[in-house]
Nanobody, 116 residues
């Protein structure tokens, strides 16, 4: 059974940090590009960061550049999103996605709330 399970979300004060994790099972994770998306309140789901299958070729949306770092550990079938200097506008449900041509898997999301 294919699964992507996010963890690590929560409530954090502005300026704080969180590390999201994504655990993959039921498919060959190392063959898939790994992405993080988020859906902010009242907004459409948007891409946040992406990392290629071998761990290079990073992409970040402009609003998180310099603050967020995406990484993956194919040996552990896991991906991560380190989020620093969090802002209230980062409040969202964060989703892990694994994709390759013709196939895409999603997790159920983890809530991140940045508030004082």
């Amino acid at each position: 059974q294919v699964q992507l399970v996010e963890s690590g979300g929560g409530l954090v004060q502005p300026g704080g940090s969180l590390r999201l994790s994504c655990a993959a099972s039921g498919f060959t994770f190392s063959n898939y590009v790994m992405n993080w998306f988020r859906q902010r309140p009242g907004k459409e789901r948007e891409p946040v960061a992406s990392v290629a299958v071998a761990g290079g070729n990073f992409y970040y949306v402009d609003s998180v550049k310099g603050r967020f770092t995406i990484s993956r550990d194919n040996a552990k079938n896991s991906g991560y999103l380190q989020m620093n200097s969090l802002k209230p506008e980062d409040t969202a449900v964060y989703y892990c996605n694994a994709a390759r041509p013709g196939r895409s898997y999603w997790g159920r999301g983890t809530q991140v709330t940045v508030s004082s």
